[in-house]
T-cell receptor, first 111, second 112 residues
Framework: EADIYQTPRYLVIGTGKKITLECSQT?????MYWYQQDPGMELHLIHY???????EKGDLSSESTVSRIRTEHFPLTLESARPSHTSQYLC??????????FGEGSWLTVV | GENVEQHPSTLSVQEGDSAVIKCTYS??????FPWYKQELGKGPQLIID?????GEKKDQRIAVTLNKTAKHFSLHITETQPEDSAVYFC???????????FGTGTRLQVTL
């Protein structure tokens, strides 16, 4: 099983602020993902990465950006948060055999 | 792209009864089908998965079946317990990008 860590778990910020959600994994996996999920709803892929310096947009358009400078870290950034960005953001990584594991999620509320 | 449909959206069963959740997928190239359980305030937890070269897989009270011809797969939970109450998501993985497409989720409630 993969160890995936997301911080912060909960964040309440004001409109217009810049925020970065951190995601790190200790297994050296190349493939990592960010999903967005509204409470009780389905998960939507917003970003993914095949490895260092690789980032791609997912199926759901998002104003967030990501970077992959190191294998272990895949941070997600919102330059100017808005109430419409309020959601849960889930980071995931792929272990051997294409098994995908999720972190505990970051709950973002923009007021 | 892949499209995954899941039903029912809500399911209520009595403790000890069985629960069945069904999913269909559209892309015949999909080859990996995991099921996730998500409890309130937590990330999805992988509970069982099945690959396209297998028709059925069982792990204690949980089983998954796959019908590649019909492009559907199902989750079966036997002897349900209150701690089984959660939202369950099916998913299908397609292509070398290893991108998962999720179903819309089933809220399972196990009543005493």
């Amino acid at each position: 099983e993969a160890d995936i860590y997301q911080t912060p778990r909960y964040l309440v910020i004001g409109t217009g602020k810049k925020i970065t959600l951190e995601c790190s994994q200790t297994m050296g996996h190349d493939k990592m993902y960010w999903y967005q999920q509204d409470p009780g709803m389905e998960l939507h892929l917003i970003h993914y990465s095949y490895g260092v310096n690789s980032t791609e947009k997912g199926d759901l358009s998002s104003e967030s950006t990501v970077s992959r400078i190191r294998t272990e870290h895949f941070p997600l950034t919102l330059e100017s948060a808005r109430p419409s960005h309020t959601s849960q953001y889930l980071c995931a990584t792929v272990s051997g055999g294409n098994t995908i594991y999720f972190g505990e999620g970051s709950w973002l509320t923009v007021v | 792209g892949e499209n995954v449909e899941q039903h029912p959206s809500t399911l209520s069963v009595q403790e000890g009864d069985s629960a069945v959740i069904k999913c269909t997928y559209s892309d015949s190239a999909s080859n990996y089908f995991p099921w996730y359980k998500q409890e309130l305030g937590k990330g999805p937890q992988l509970i069982i998965d099945i690959r396209s070269n297998v028709g059925e897989k069982k792990d204690q009270r949980i089983a998954v079946t796959l019908n590649k011809t019909a492009k559907h797969f199902s989750l079966h939970i036997t002897e349900t317990q209150p701690e089984d109450s959660a939202v369950y998501f099916c998913a299908a993985l397609t292509g070398t990008a290893s991108k998962l497409t999720f179903g819309t989720g089933t809220r399972l409630q196990v009543t005493l």
